[in-house]
């Protein structure tokens, strides 16, 4: 059974493009793109505006996982990520030791 493209939006499309790939071979961004606007069967006047677009939704949607480097690929394919993120442990380091250097500027010293 043939899908019927032109009645699907591009977010679907390429979400039905990842799901038909082996998931060890994520997609590069622009060939994934220009698949789902050739399965849609429509003339596209500026094919950067459309990419960027279409990025853009496919970016928003949480189905999708960007893997590295412009590839892309399905969320379900890779478990979450149960890392703290980037700099959390930095900032809660420097969010401390500012503390810490304004309670002793507050007190005052024993000179006794």
């Keep these: 059974m043939e899908e019927n493209f032109t009645e699907m939006s591009e977010v679907d499309i390429a979400y039905q493009i990842l799901s038909e790939t082996d998931k060890d071979n994520p997609i590069y961004f622009k060939k994934l ?53 980037r700099g959390a442990s930095k900032t809660a380091e420097k969010k401390s030791s500012a503390s810490s250097r304004l309670k002793s500027e507050e007190e005052p010293e024993d000179l006794s």
């Design 33 to 85: 793109i220009r698949e789902v606007i050739a399965r849609q069967n429509k003339v596209v006047q500026d094919e950067a505006a459309a990419i960027s677009e279409i990025y853009t939704m496919i970016n928003m949607d949480s189905r999708f996982q960007h893997v590295k480097d412009g590839l892309w690929g399905l969320a379900e394919w890779y478990p979450p990520e149960t890392k703290r993120p």
